[in-house]
């Protein structure tokens, strides 16, 4: 009695086979991997500062020199840049610096570009763009100040006298590209309903600083990506997630630059690997994700029409935060879909789906992390087959797009360790 073969990742929902996995990124040669960090190759934590990424991942990614590429909305630079996080782990900047661990690829959303070095830049951003980021920290922190002059002390558990500039030194994110208030360590601190007020002080402050921006000429460069999110509203922003039910909803307010989306980062990336590999830019060596189209159709399109098929690598996209919810918008069922991940991930799938290259979208549950927005991934297995009993998204989302080919039910750890596994054999 013969046994029919297991499909191929790619053709997977869910999967547990973490081997083949393995097998697929140690023995695939044209292999491009594009991967998020936070909660993905280290734990997600409340203060940034307390990041902690291992040596030993560190030197898997060498073993993919070349094939491997972070994508993510955090910086590269700065006090709560993943840099530090790569230094503290080497023992030392001179380390890491002499062994090369820096991790290539692009911050910021797409902006901020990094070579295994540390060598950085920031194509296609201008000094005025640069100027008017630097100032942004500073209002974020004065918006703090003033929430809370604003209010009746009762009932919060902030010790204004001791706490207040404790708390805006964690808050308060002074990226170079991408300035960020962070309110992770306050959602376990607040009331309820002071919280959802702060998230909503912190979307007018973003909201100003739109304003001010095209008061100064420049109306055209920024946007505000918040994190998580409930996708996109028919204006094409992004939704914010107020916390409820013991969840935290939105936690980062980003502000960065324009066409600084993930999706984009994709095609930017590709560009560099089929140069590294034939000599040219296929979207020519100045490319940068401020030029690229934003809607899924356009960048899909472009690549179509630009990459050269024989080519095209098997891509292999990791990330942690997708989530959908379903709301009732004139008596109809609606699904709002986001996640930071998502649009990029939706990417990596459907070009597999056109050039036929098994691309492996990979999914890492973050729920085990301190932050309390991260849905649980509950599977259980049935006769070697896993059946979904809870996923990241709204179980009343039934046509989701995005497939979640192989899960990482154990969160970084689990999947660190298969990575390290596929280096080891590369």
């Not at 998502?342 to 549950?365: E, K, P, W």
């Not at 497939?403 to 596929?422: D, K, M």
Request: aromatic share 8%; with cysteine; charged share 20%.
């Amino acid at each position: 009695m013969s046994s029919l073969a297991s499909p191929s990742l790619h053709q997977q929902v869910y999967s547990l086979d973490h081997a083949a996995w393995v097998d697929q990124l140690a023995g695939t040669e044209n292999l491009l991997i594009i991967q998020d960090l936070d909660g993905v190759c280290m734990g997600l934590v409340n203060d940034p500062l307390d990041r902690v990424m291992a040596l030993d991942y560190l030197e898997a990614t060498q073993r993919f020199d070349g094939h491997f590429y972070v994508l993510t909305n955090g910086e590269h630079t700065g006090k709560r840049g993943v840099n530090g996080i790569v230094e503290r782990a080497l023992g030392g900047k001179a380390q890491a610096q002499a062994g090369s661990y820096y991790l290539p690829g692009l911050a910021a959303g797409g902006v901020q570009w990094q070579t295994r070095e540390g060598q950085i830049s920031h194509p296609g951003v201008s000094e005025a763009e640069l100027a008017f980021l630097a100032a942004v920290p500073q209002k974020m922190a004065d918006q703090l100040r003033q929430f809370w002059q604003r209010r009746p002390r009762d009932g919060d558990s902030l010790n204004l006298e001791t706490d207040l500039e404790t708390v805006i030194q964690s808050t308060v994110l002074d990226n170079l590209a991408s300035p960020t208030a962070n309110l992770n360590t306050l959602h376990n601190r607040l009331q309820p309903a002071v919280y959802a007020d702060l998230q909503y002080a912190m979307q007018t402050l973003m909201e100003d600083l739109l304003r001010d921006a095209a008061r100064q000429g420049l109306g055209d460069s920024f946007f505000v990506h918040y994190a998580p999110n409930h996708g996109r509203g028919p204006d094409g922003k992004e939704i914010l997630w107020f916390g409820q039910g013991g969840e935290s909803g939105t936690t980062d307010f980003q502000f960065m630059l324009r066409g600084a989306i993930k999706e984009a980062g994709v095609l930017a990336l590709l560009n560099r690997y089929y140069a590294a590999r034939t000599g040219a830019f296929p979207l020519g060596e100045d490319f940068s994700v401020r030029q690229a189209p934003h809607s899924h159709t356009e960048l899909l399109d472009l690549v179509k029409q630009t990459f050269d098929p024989a080519l095209m690598p098997t891509l292999v996209g990791v990330g942690d935060t997708v989530t959908s919810v379903v709301v009732t918008e004139a008596g109809q069922p609606v699904a709002k879909r986001g996640g930071s991940d998502r649009n990029f991930l939706h990417l990596i799938q459907a070009i597999g789906q056109h050039f036929d290259t098994g691309n492996i979208v990979t999914y890492v549950d973050s729920s085990g992390g301190e932050l309390k927005n991260r849905k649980a991934l509950k599977l259980e297995d049935r006769r070697g087959t896993s059946v979904v009993i809870e996923g990241p998204g709204d179980p009343r989302d039934g046509d989701d797009p995005l497939v979640l080919n192989v899960v990482f039910p154990g969160g970084y750890r689990q999947y660190c360790e298969a990575f390290q596994a596929a280096a080891a054999r590369r």
